[in-house]
T-cell receptor, first 117, second 112 residues
Framework: DGGITQSPKYLFRKEGQNVTLSCEQN?????MYWYRQDPGQGLRLIYYSQIVNDFQKGDIAEGYSVSREKKESFPLTVTSAQKNPTAFYLCASSMARNTGDAYNEQFFGPGTRLTVL | GEDVEQSLFLSVREGDSSVINCTYTDSSSTYLYWYKQEPGAGLQLLTYIFSNMDMKQDQRLTVLLNKKDKHLSLRIADTQTGDSAIYFC????????????FGTGTRLQVTL
């Protein structure tokens, strides 16, 4: 079955620790994304990557870092510089058609709920 | 940046129609999407509409697009308890690579 997996589903960390969230896809998608979801604020884009070894900051990149060494994987590190890291984190992927009017459905993983104690 | 707005909450009785509204600011929007999120889960695409269309119907779902007013709506006919979820609208601007801008989400509560 093709899809996106995120692990773990729940993650607890002490304040000041870095933590890495995993995201893997076997859809052969070029583009991958990380979103943060807080109640009443919708989805906010943290980072995205259109191709291996390249990524761009989204709207709220401060305190986060990513890597894209393989097409299938896009891990997100929440660093100690992130002031309020407790949230639900969603990873997504899509084809990266870059023509201006291309249809680009994003497929989502099940999410990781991070709680910082 | 571009903005997508939705009301936060909607309550309907089972069997009634639900209408979820969305407004957006990007005049270059090409595709507009509706996603559904069940509790503790990721988002699933429900339907989408291309910007040169004004209506799209898919079984119980009807999407209406008013491009002049930048207003999108999702109508769910014969709403069921299984429709209780958060609904997000999202838009893709022209030339914005593959990024989507998501709304704040509308929580739909279906009562008996």
């Amino acid at each position: 079955d093709g899809g996106i997996t995120q692990s773990p589903k729940y993650l607890f960390r002490k304040e000041g620790q870095n933590v890495t969230l995993s995201c893997e896809q076997n859809l052969n998608h070029d583009a991958m994304y990380w979103y943060r979801q807080d109640p009443g604020q919708g989805l906010r884009l943290i980072y995205y990557s259109q191709i291996v070894n390249d990524f761009q900051k989204g709207d709220i990149a401060e305190g986060y870092s990513v890597s894209r060494e393989k097409k299938e994987s896009f891990p997100l590190t929440v660093t100690s510089a992130q002031k309020n890291p407790t949230a639900f984190y969603l990873c997504a992927s899509s084809m990266a058609r870059n023509t201006g009017d291309a249809y680009n459905e994003q497929f989502f993983g099940p999410g990781t709920r991070l709680t910082v104690l | 940046g571009e903005d997508v707005e939705q009301s936060l909450f909607l309550s309907v009785r089972e069997g009634d129609s639900s209408v979820i509204n969305c407004t957006y600011t990007d005049s270059s929007s090409t595709y507009l999407y509706w996603y559904k999120q069940e509790p503790g889960a990721g988002l699933q695409l429900l339907t989408y509409i291309f910007s040169n269309m004004d209506m799209k119907q898919d079984q119980r779902l009807t999407v209406l697009l008013n491009k002049k007013d930048k207003h999108l709506s999702l109508r769910i006919a014969d709403t069921q308890t299984g429709d209780s979820a958060i609904y997000f609208c999202a838009e893709k601007g022209y030339g914005t690579a593959s990024k989507l801008t998501f709304g704040t989400g509308t929580r739909l509560q279906v009562t008996l």
